[in-house]
């Protein structure tokens, strides 16, 4: 069964930074596009960062300058370095493993990111 866990998630002030982790018992992780998903109260989940099997990213406009998606795939890890934070980051941010070619996709449980003073 695969799992993805996520950590890192907390209380934050205006201005803070975060970085969330997400470990994935994936056998082949290397072969996975990540990614992180965030989804705010009355809101629809939507996408924040992905990185690409060849390390390629891509960031959503809310994110880009201040965010940076990473992974290690020695460790089968996945990192969301946040910086900057405002209180419209506020959500439960969401992992997410994906390949295309099988059309396999897998979601974490979530970890909550409150930014507040």
């Known amino acids: 069964q695969v799992q993805l866990v996520e950590s890192g998630g907390g209380l934050v002030q205006p201005g803070g930074s975060l970085t969330l982790s997400c470990v994935a018992s994936l056998n082949d992780f290397s072969r996975y596009s990540m990614a992180w998903y965030r989804q705010a109260p009355g809101h629809e989940r939507e996408l924040v960062a992905r990185i690409l099997v060849a390390g390629r990213t891509q960031y959503a406009n809310s994110g880009k300058g201040r965010f940076t998606i990473s992974r290690d795939n020695a460790l089968n890890t996945v990192y969301l370095q946040m910086n900057s934070l405002k209180p419209e980051d506020t959500a439960v941010y969401y992992c997410?493993?994906?390949?295309?070619?099988?059309?396999?996709?897998?979601w974490g449980q979530g970890t909550q990111v409150t930014v507040s003073s």
């Open positions: 997410n493993a994906n390949r295309a070619l099988s059309g396999e996709t897998y």
